[in-house]
């Protein structure tokens, strides 16, 4: 059951706090609660449950604003309660009327967080800090059109109301005709990286000893249920099994023969081991002792099994679909040909920069050619804007047949130079271009590089699917609104030397 609470923003006035005083309201947190639309988070969170029974769910604010704080300060979950009991600020960032010294939440419920609040959720919201951005933005520019009109009417003075009116009709160009919209505006900046997921680095010996071991403590648990029907418990061999895993691990070195001889020891030992569990599954065995988490492995471990067979078979290196993780089954290998790291593992994020805002065009766990997203990102930045993008700048895998004829359909420019042979009347204007896109493109990767230095988007710490896609979401939104409060910051930084100024002037 939820109950939803559009109550609005409360007062820094009306927050109690037992000890006295009042919060400031220059606190960043109290600054960023001003900021994000919580009315429009609570309307998109209702959806999510259907049932008017049971127990009340935490409110919208609560899970949302929770999950911001976890993001942005690098909490884990149960620090992140932690921090919200022992601060106001919090508090009231999270829409209390009040300091409690109160759990909110049990650390536990973050995890339910995450799957409410989905990537797309998380987008939606972006999409609406930036419309009401421009509601306000169009009201501002409204207000000061009218009173420039109101000016000038008052400097004609005497005129009468037929005489202004005839001299308006007379000149389309006064201030009372607004302007046109424009088509194309500002630009669009394109690239994709890689967020790695928290795994151990796999290998083929690893992953097949770790497969091993979690089939023993299987047969362990359906051992008991017939044991009656078996003389002996079936043998696994496990001390041995060990033994190879470790006589291959110690090797500094280790040779290709060596290897595929451990690989080979490996799959004859899983083979073993599954063998044994659907014998037990034939004579009377419950799968169902085994719990959600060691059944799901189970059935993880079956297609590790048949990839790594038909890799050993076929004396090749790819598969399709290939799993390197047992825990996290949806998670790939993603070439990237960096030389930190030619392979990570994690999910591929495809993102579109616009002054300084970033979005998650496409998430992917099997590697995609970024290119694709191009279209996709250009309708977004329409649907966000009202306008297109003058030109897009992305790297050179961008600049292809297809994209570059979309964006001339569309009268966009796009960046990086013509497709086929150089021409030998390539102009000083032509390269000057080239570098400025390629200067302007840096923004790209520092905004990468701050996300995964600062923010934690090189490790990602969730382990289900939707979970890490909701993280990766959450990371680029709080970004985009520490951007936002450090832009207020400055103007009113600015303003105050301004008005420290005049105060010297005058005296």
């Given at each position: 059951?939820?109950?939803?609470?559009?109550?609005?923003?409360?007062?820094?006035?009306?927050?109690?706090?037992?000890?006295?005083?009042?919060?400031?309201?220059?606190?960043?947190?109290?600054?960023?609660?001003?900021?994000?639309?919580?009315?429009?988070?609570?309307?998109?969170?209702?959806?999510?449950?259907?049932?008017?029974?049971?127990?009340?769910?935490?409110?919208?604010?609560?899970?949302?604003?929770?999950l911001y704080i976890k993001t942005k300060c690098g909490y884990s979950d149960y620090e992140t309660r932690e921090q919200i009991m022992e601060n106001p600020y919090l508090q009231y960032f999270l829409g209390?009327?009040?300091?409690?010294?109160?759990?909110?939440?049990?650390?536990?419920?973050?995890?339910?967080?995450?799957?409410?609040?989905?990537?797309?959720?998380?987008?939606?919201?972006?999409?609406?800090?930036?419309?009401?951005?421009?509601?306000?933005?169009?009201?501002?520019?409204?207000?000061?059109?009218?009173?420039?009109?109101?000016?000038?009417?008052?400097?004609?003075?005497?005129?009468?109301?037929?005489?202004?009116?005839?001299?308006?009709?007379?000149n389309p160009q006064s201030e009372h005709h607004f302007e046109a919209q424009p088509t194309h505006k500002g630009k669009l900046l394109l690239d994709a990286t890689c967020t790695p997921a928290d795994i151990?680095?796999?290998?083929?010996?690893?992953?097949?000893?770790?497969?091993?071991?979690?089939?023993?403590?299987?047969?362990?648990?359906?051992?008991?249920?017939?044991?009656?029907?078996?003389?002996?418990?079936?043998?696994?061999?496990?001390?041995?099994?060990?033994?190879?895993?470790?006589?291959?691990?110690?090797?500094?070195?280790?040779?290709?023969?060596?290897?595929?001889?451990?690989?080979?020891?490996?799959?004859?030992?899983?083979?073993?081991?599954?063998?044994?569990?659907?014998?037990?599954?034939?004579?009377?065995?419950?799968?169902?002792?085994?719990?959600?988490?060691?059944?799901?492995?189970?059935?993880?471990?079956?297609?590790?099994?048949?990839?790594?067979?038909?890799?050993?078979?076929?004396?090749?290196?790819?598969?399709?679909?290939?799993?390197?993780?047992?825990?996290?089954?949806?998670?790939?290998?993603?070439?990237?040909?960096?030389?930190?790291?030619?392979?990570?593992?994690?999910?591929?994020?495809?993102?579109?920069?616009?002054?300084?805002?970033?979005?998650?065009?496409?998430?992917?766990?099997?590697?995609?050619?970024?290119?694709?997203?191009?279209?996709?990102?250009?309708?977004?930045?329409?649907?966000?804007?009202?306008?297109?993008?003058?030109?897009?700048?992305?790297?050179?895998?961008?600049?292809?047949?297809?994209?570059?004829?979309?964006?001339?359909?569309?009268?966009?420019?796009?960046?990086?130079?013509?497709?086929?042979?150089?021409?030998?009347?390539?102009?000083?204007?032509?390269?000057?271009?080239?570098?400025?896109?390629?200067?302007?493109?840096?923004?790209?990767?520092?905004?990468?590089?701050?996300?995964?230095?600062?923010?934690?988007?090189?490790?990602?710490?969730?382990?289900?699917?939707?979970?890490?896609?909701?993280?990766?979401?959450?990371h680029f939104l709080v970004m985009n609104m520490e951007r936002r409060l450090r832009l207020l910051f400055a103007l009113i930084f600015k303003w105050l030397l301004g008005s420290l100024g005049r105060v010297?002037?005058?005296?």
């Amino acid at each position: 059951m939820y109950r939803a609470k559009l109550s609005g923003q409360e007062y820094i006035s009306n927050f109690f706090l037992p000890f006295g005083g009042k919060l400031s309201a220059d606190n960043r947190w109290v600054k960023l609660s001003k900021l994000i639309p919580w009315d429009f988070i609570e309307k998109e969170y209702l959806k999510h449950f259907k049932a008017r029974d049971g127990q009340a769910a935490k409110n919208a604010r609560i899970a949302f604003g929770a999950l911001y704080i976890k993001t942005k300060c690098g909490y884990s979950d149960y620090e992140t309660r932690e921090q919200i009991m022992e601060n106001p600020y919090l508090q009231y960032f999270l829409g209390f009327e009040g300091y409690t010294d109160e759990p909110p939440f049990d650390a536990s419920m973050m995890t339910y967080f995450r799957k409410r609040i989905s990537n797309d959720f998380i987008q939606s919201v972006m999409d609406q800090v930036i419309q009401v951005e421009k509601e306000n933005q169009e009201k501002a520019d409204n207000a000061d059109k009218k009173d420039d009109s109101s000016n000038s009417d008052d400097k004609q003075g005497g005129g009468s109301s037929n005489d202004s009116l005839s001299n308006n009709d007379a000149n389309p160009q006064s201030e009372h005709h607004f302007e046109a919209q424009p088509t194309h505006k500002g630009k669009l900046l394109l690239d994709a990286t890689c967020t790695p997921a928290d795994i151990h680095f796999p290998t083929d010996v690893w992953l097949l000893d770790t497969s091993r071991e979690v089939l023993e403590q299987i047969i362990d648990i359906l051992y008991p249920q017939v044991r009656d029907k078996y003389t002996v418990k079936p043998r696994t061999y496990r001390e041995n099994a060990h033994s190879d895993y470790m006589k291959i691990t110690k090797q500094r070195r280790k040779s290709k023969k060596a290897v595929r001889r451990a690989i080979r020891r490996q799959l004859g030992y899983v083979e073993r081991d599954l063998g044994h569990i659907k014998g037990l599954i034939a004579n009377g065995a419950d799968l169902s002792v085994l719990g959600k988490v060691l059944h799901r492995k189970l059935l993880v471990i079956g297609e590790i099994y048949r990839q790594q067979k038909h890799i050993f078979d076929n004396h090749i290196h790819k598969v399709d679909h290939r799993i390197v993780s047992i825990s996290q089954p949806h998670v790939r290998p993603i070439k990237r040909g960096k030389a930190a790291a030619e392979t990570e593992f994690g999910a591929k994020v495809a993102i579109s920069l616009v002054d300084g805002d970033a979005f998650v065009d496409k998430t992917g766990w099997d590697n995609f050619n970024e290119e694709e997203c191009l279209e996709q990102a250009i309708q977004s930045y329409f649907r966000r804007y009202g306008y297109y993008p003058e030109c897009v700048i992305g790297d050179r895998i961008y600049n292809n047949r297809g994209n570059r004829a979309y964006c001339k359909q569309l009268g966009i420019r796009i960046s990086g130079p013509r497709l086929g042979r150089p021409k030998a009347d390539e102009t000083s204007a032509d390269k000057r271009q080239a570098y400025e896109d390629s200067c302007i493109r840096n923004a790209v990767e520092g905004e990468f590089g701050v996300g995964k230095r600062k923010y934690g988007l090189d490790r990602i710490m969730a382990k289900l699917r939707e979970t890490s896609e909701a993280v990766i979401g959450m990371h680029f939104l709080v970004m985009n609104m520490e951007r936002r409060l450090r832009l207020l910051f400055a103007l009113i930084f600015k303003w105050l030397l301004g008005s420290l100024g005049r105060v010297k002037f005058a005296a």
